[in-house]
């Protein structure tokens, strides 16, 4: 029995997400929270002619705690999203509030869940996340994803953009470090196959890389960011996440995770210096089984990208932490 939640379903991600969850045959039962409107959204899907059935809650009458009872894997993309001139750290102020008040339902009432974190800033809120699990001794750093797929998914397409690859599936680039800007370290030089990149494209490829969320936010100019992309890679992370603790080998993702509490983790986190940072990470029956490290054969340039991230990932991971110690958890 695999029980799936979509926390801020009736969103732009929200919804696309919970449409792909609702098709899929791996999920029995699927729960959408919102503030507004996840009733309604829950009933449309539920016509749906797929195994999983359907609920939708809103904040009142326990609906969170009614929501998350018995869930194995909690998506959650609940928060505002940016509109143009804003960076994802312009969102602090309104969801890191949004997370830490979820997070505390996930610790009261699922706290074995897979938690998969969409709402940004992503850097920042599963360093909230894991600080509030903490607070309630339920911390599982296997079980606790920053998704970070959507990056991934589009070094894939824009390398096979550049290369004349039909299908960007063939393609597979790791990317490192954090969800924003350039704390986003896309590694070319291990892209498999590896694949040349002409030299007067390559600076343009790694900034479309990182900034690739800023393509959508300005194209829709107002209306919010990427959301649909979005599902697609929060869909591809929940179906891989149920997978692996299917008992399916060998399903491999990008994930921004805390690296000093999963196996193989440590080692990363001291070559790095921060504690929580994403790599490709192999998904096993309780979470993450191993996170591997593409950097002991990454090249200068990718060093020096590197570099600058950490910088930047430090700054919002210790705002994260200091929120979350600062604030009692509300519910
Ligand atoms: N990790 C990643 O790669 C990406 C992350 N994002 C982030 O995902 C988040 C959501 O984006 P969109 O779906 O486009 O925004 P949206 O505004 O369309 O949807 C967000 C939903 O969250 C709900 N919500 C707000 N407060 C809530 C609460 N306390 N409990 C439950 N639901 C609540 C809203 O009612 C709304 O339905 C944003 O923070 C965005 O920056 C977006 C794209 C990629
Ligand atoms: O750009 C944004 O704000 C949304 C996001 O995280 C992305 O599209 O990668």
């Known amino acids: 029995m695999v029980k799936a939640v979509v926390l801020g379903a009736a969103g732009g991600i929200g919804q696309p997400l919970s449409l792909l969850l609702k098709a899929s045959p791996l999920v029995d039962e ?9 009733p309604g959204v829950a009933a449309d899907l539920s016509h749906i002619s797929s195994p999983a059935k359907v609920t939708g809650y809103l904040p009142k009458d326990d609906g969170l705690q009614n929501t998350l009872e018995g869930a194995n894997v ?23 509030g949004i997370v830490r008040d979820l997070i505390t339902g996930v610790a009261k009432y699922c706290p074995k869940a897979f938690i998969l974190i969409i709402s940004n800033p992503v850097n920042s809120t599963v360093p909230i996340a894991a600080e509030i699990l903490k607070k309630h001794n339920v911390f599982d750093p ?34 490192v470090g954090g969800h924003s800007g350039d704390t986003i370290v896309p590694l070319l030089s291990l892209t498999k196959p590896s694949v040349s990149i002409p030299a007067d494209k390559h600076d343009g490829l ?25 599902a ?24 921004y995770v805390y690296l000093p509490g999963v196996p193989g983790g440590d080692e ?3 070559a790095v210096g921060v504690d929580f940072f994403a790599v490709p990470v192999e998904l096993g029956p309780n979470g993450v089984a191993k996170a591997t490290n593409p950097l002991g054969s990454i090249n200068e340039d990718e060093k020096k990208l590197l570099e600058v991230a950490i910088k930047g990932l430090k700054t919002n991971i210790d705002k994260g932490v200091e929120f979350a110690s600062a604030e009692p958890a509300k519910l």
Do not use: C, H, W
Request: aromatic share 6%.
């Open 74 to 96: 909690v998506v959650i993309p609940a928060g505002i999203p940016r509109k143009p001139g804003m960076t994802r750290d312009d969102l602090f102020k309104i969801n890191a």
């Open 30 to 38: 699927l729960a959408l929270y919102d503030v507004v409107n996840s």
């Open 206 to 230: 790694v900034n479309r890389i990182q900034y690739g969320g800023d393509e959508v936010v300005k194209a829709k100019d107002g209306a919010g960011s990427a959301t649909l992309s979005m």
């Open 268 to 270: 990363i986190a001291k």
């Open 142 to 175: 296997s079980r606790l994803f920053g998704v970070t797929t959507l990056d991934v998914v589009r070094a894939s397409t824009f390398v096979a953009e550049i290369v004349g690859e039909k299908d960007s599936r063939n393609i597979v680039v790791p990317v």
């Open 232 to 255: 697609f890679a929060g869909y591809r992370f929940a179906e891989s996440v149920i997978k692996a603790v299917r008992g399916e080998k060998g399903i491999v993702e990008p994930s």
